[in-house]
């Protein structure tokens, strides 16, 4: 797709954020599996289920406007999965290996928040706003999961991993 317009620029990055979103599903699955630690585990499958239902939302916007939600693979999703999947197997030891979750996962949470950002902005400047309030919703899930994996991360999970050091 050519992009010549600010609409265009809109419709591509929404495409490229439900493809990141779909990407992570899977990958949010696979992490899961890997924590040891209980509350990781949930944290990961709670976000799994929100990941589902903000890629549907993006779909729903997608659809909307007469767009394709398949027409982009976003690769710096495809990067940072790869460097979680690197991270996992090269991890010994279950306390050591969720810490190495939390920041994989947080830096997918980073991105994810800036994708958002970057969308709901872009909807705003298009006076879409039935739109920005969707993206914005699922910019503030993001947030929140972002803060409870640094909660885990600070109150349980590392302490346990600097012990085994």
Known sequence: MQITSFKDLYITELQELTSLEGQLVDALQRMAKAASHSSLKNALKHHREQTQAQKQRLESILKKHGANSRAHTDQAMQALINETEKMIAMVKGDDLRDAA????????????????????????????RDDQRLLHESLEEEKEADAE???????EVNQAAVQCS
Do not use: P, R
């Open 149 to 155: 994996l640094t909660k885990l991360a600070k109150s």
């Open 101 to 128: 979750l939390i920041a994989s996962a947080q830096k997918v949470e980073h991105y994810e928040i800036a994708a958002y950002g970057v969308v709901a902005s872009l909807a705003g400047q298009l006076d879409l």
